[in-house]
């Protein structure tokens, strides 16, 4: 049974830091693409940040990609969000979303599916951050 867990989420000033997880059971890393999404209420979800290990290939929205990094450990099955000088406008639910690599779209780039693609999500983690 394919599953995720995001946890470590938090409240923290302008300028801290925070290391998201996802837990993944029931797959392996390396035959899926995950990605972290965040959403504030009212906004649309946000494609943060996505890593395919075995296609050595990672990516992050411009807002975050001098901030934050995205990490993997197959041997723990999880993948990590360091983010670094967290803004107030980083403050969201932060969700991880899993996509089989074998349902990518042959002529789409591996992070660039939207986030109805992603097949297996996690219950979210909440972020926030007080200036």
């Known amino acids: 049974e394919v599953q995720l867990q995001a946890s470590g989420g938090g409240s923290v000033q302008a300028g801290g830091s925070l290391r998201l997880s996802c837990a993944a059971s029931g797959f392996s890393l390396g035959d899926y693409v995950i990605g972290w999404f965040r959403q504030d209420p009212g906004k649309e979800r946000e494609g943060v940040s996505c890593?395919?290990?075995?296609?050595?290939?990672?990516y992050y929205t411009d807002s975050v990609k001098d901030r934050f990094a995205i990490s993997s450990d197959n041997a723990k099955n999880t993948v990590y969000l360091q983010m670094n000088n967290l803004k107030p406008e980083d403050a969201a639910v932060y969700y991880c979303?899993?996509?089989?690599?074998?349902?990518?779209?042959?002529?789409?780039?591996?992070?660039?599916?939207?986030?109805?693609?992603?097949?297996?999500w996690g219950q979210g983690t909440l972020v926030t951050v007080s200036s």
């Open positions: 979303a899993a996509l089989a690599r074998n349902r990518l779209r042959v002529g789409a780039r591996i992070c660039m599916h939207a986030p109805y693609e992603y097949g297996y």
């Open positions: 890593i395919s290990s075995s296609d050595l290939v990672t």
